[in-house]
């Protein structure tokens, strides 16, 4: 089973940059799709961004420009550079790994990391 950690969350100020990782128990090469989602209070869950295994990315609007998603297969993890943040960007931001098998998708989730953007 796959279990995916974040880490690098924090209170930074507006403007300030933090990277987020996040550490999968297994190769991310068998992951299809490695995202990373945000959850402000009283908000549904977002996507912030993805990458597949074949290195193409996709970012929402709100942070193109600004947030970066990079895997490093030798370590087993993804990053998110995040740039320029702004207090709207606080949220608590989640790792999902989805895995396509032969008859079923996994879809697995970290706990998430605080990210708080405030002077």
């Known amino acids: 089973q796959v279990q995916l950690v974040e880490s690098g969350g924090g209170l930074v100020q507006p403007g300030g940059s933090l990277r987020l990782s996040c550490a999968a128990s297994?190769?991310?090469?068998?992951?299809?799709?490695m995202s990373w989602y945000r959850q402000a209070p009283g908000k549904q869950r977002e996507l912030v961004a993805n990458?597949?295994?074949?290195?193409?990315?996709n970012y929402a609007d709100s942070v193109k420009g600004r947030f970066v998603t990079s895997r490093d297969n030798a370590k087993n993890t993804v990053y998110l550079q995040m740039n320029s943040l702004k207090p709207e960007d606080t949220a608590i931001y989640y790792c999902?790994?989805?895995?396509?098998?032969?008859?079923?998708?996994?879809?697995?989730w970290g706990q998430g990391t605080l990210v708080t953007v405030s002077s």
């Open positions: 297994k190769s991310i090469r068998s992951m299809n799709i």
């Open positions: 999902n790994a989805k895995i396509y098998l032969l008859d079923q998708t996994l879809d697995v």
């Open positions: 990458s597949n295994n074949d290195g193409r990315t």
